[in-house]
């Protein structure tokens, strides 16, 4: 599959490729506590040479498809992307973050998932959008369940988190759902 970068645009959100000038603003949230513990990587010592070396690997992977998150009036909040793409199976991985709580609970992030889920259906033709949460980011799981995600299953107690495990829910959406919310 050949990359065409474009810039996908939201109701409240335009998404577009991620810049090397965009690196410092990332790490600063990718090491910071309130925002690491609800993703499933680890980034709390990462350095900027080590997240150069991510978008180049981005950039040249046929299997992510990474976006910045801005909002209208250009400001950079967050990243979001599909990840892990399988091109025989047609499915992939959602990922995204906010990185800053004052952009929160604002419907930033529901519009990035749901011009995402348009982009993966309606571009690059996926059949199905697969997502790991954990049991307890209550938030991101309300606004996946907005864009018409299903609770398909738990990895019982597969994540480590403040002294104790936690379940890891299973969400997905299939690309008859998306076409049946979005048409
Ligand atoms: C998860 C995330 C992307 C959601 O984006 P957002 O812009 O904050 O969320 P939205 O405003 O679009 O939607 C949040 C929804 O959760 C609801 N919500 C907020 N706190 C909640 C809570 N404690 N319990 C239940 N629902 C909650 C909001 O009311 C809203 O629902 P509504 O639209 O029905 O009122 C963002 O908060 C984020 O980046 N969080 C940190 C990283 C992260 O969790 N990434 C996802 C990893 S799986």
Same mark, same amino acid.
């Given at each position: +599959? ?65 976006? !910045? ?11 979001? &992307? ?12 959602? &990922? ?12 930033? &992030? ?5 011009? +995402? ?21 209550? #938030? !991101? ?9 299903? #609770? ?18 299973? +969400? ?12």
């Amino acid at each position: +599959m050949v990359r065409s970068f474009r810039v996908l645009k939201g109701k409240k959100v335009k998404l577009r490729d991620v810049h090397k000038d965009d690196l410092p603003i990332c790490l600063k949230w990718l090491r910071d506590k309130r925002v690491t513990k609800y993703l499933d990587f680890d980034t709390l010592n990462i350095n900027l040479k080590q997240e150069i070396r991510w978008l180049k690997n981005i950039h040249n992977s046929p299997n992510d498809y990474v976006f !910045a998150i801005e909002k209208k009036d250009g400001k950079y909040i967050g990243n979001t &992307g599909l990840h892990k793409i399988n091109w025989r199976d047609k499915n992939c991985m959602l &990922g995204i973050f906010i990185g800053e709580l004052e952009h929160w609970d604002k419907g930033y &992030g529901t519009d990035s998932i749901r011009t +995402m889920l348009r982009y993966a259906v309606d571009k690059l033709k996926l059949h199905k959008i697969n997502l790991h949460v954990y049991e307890y980011n209550l #938030r !991101a799981i309300r606004a996946y369940e907005n864009c018409g995600f299903k #609770r398909e299953g738990l990895l019982k107690e597969g994540h480590y988190y403040n002294g104790r495990y936690w379940d890891v829910i299973v +969400m997905g959406i299939l690309d008859r759902d998306v076409k049946m919310i979005f048409d």
